[in-house]
């Protein structure tokens, strides 16, 4: 069992749409998660970073995440077309070492 | 510009060859990490630096590769006798110990290595 895993799409939603993106991780000792947005041939942009249960917004990013069944998500509204890329989740369990998933890749159709 | 910095951006190099990578974390970051990027999938740890001292090496990063942090500045990254399996993008990344708990990573560009 991978420790980070995500659906890796493709994920395709129209313009103006929410997507949705999501995350588990195997570690219940993970304290921290983070989601980057990765364009083809770029490398890894963080977007945000949750440590605490529930939800956490930043303008049209939301993540939430719920420890109790080891399930992180990405919400982005109004998705644009700019927002087409993989998306990789990350956990840290506290120590020096952040586990990526393999990425979910989103295309937003105009 | 104050990222994290890394050169070159692509290297192209026959089988067997030595190359070398190098990486400039961003400047209050004490820690520096080597993550590797195949197609498809995403970065995994190759290893890790608090300051100067290497702290961690993955199991994926075999005899010939070595990494160092002198001074606990630049880090460099050497493969030698390259293999066409060593093809892969070579991230760089670095964050802060003792800010915020469990800080991001925060990554440079890359280096894109064809090994033909």
């Known amino acids: 069992q991978k420790e980070v895993e995500q659906n890796s799409g493709p994920l395709s939603v129209p313009e103006g749409a929410i997507a949705s993106l999501n995350c588990t991780y195997s570690?219940?000792?993970?304290?921290?998660f983070f989601w980057y947005r990765q364009y083809s041939g770029k490398s890894p942009e963080l977007i945000m970073f949750?440590?605490?249960?529930g939800d956490k917004e930043d303008g049209r990013f939301t993540a939430q995440l719920n420890k109790a069944s080891q399930y992180v998500s990405l919400l982005i509204r109004d998705s644009q077309p700019s927002d087409s890329a993989t998306y990789l989740c990350a956990a840290n369990t506290g120590g020096f070492k952040t586990i990526f998933g393999a990425g979910t890749r989103l295309f937003v159709k105009a | 510009d104050t990222g994290v910095s890394q050169d070159p951006r692509h290297k192209i190099t026959k089988r067997g060859q030595n190359v070398t990578f190098r990486c400039d974390p961003i400047?209050?970051?004490?820690?520096l990490y080597w993550y590797r990027q195949t197609l498809g999938q995403g970065p995994e740890f190759l290893t890790y630096?608090?300051?100067?001292?290497?702290?961690?090496k993955s199991r994926l990063l075999s005899d010939r590769f070595s990494a160092e942090r002198p001074k606990g500045s630049f880090s460099t990254l050497e493969i030698q006798r390259t293999e066409q399996g060593d093809s892969a993008m070579y991230l760089c990344?670095?964050?802060?110990?003792?800010?915020?708990?469990?800080?991001?990573?925060?990554f440079g560009n890359g280096t894109r290595l064809t090994v033909t």
């Open positions: 400047s209050e970051h004490n820690r």
């Open positions: 570690d219940r000792g993970s304290q921290s």
């Open positions: 630096f608090q300051n100067e001292a290497q702290l961690e």
């Open positions: 949750i440590y605490s249960n």
């Open positions: 990344a670095s964050s802060l110990l003792g800010g915020t708990a469990n800080s991001p990573l925060h």
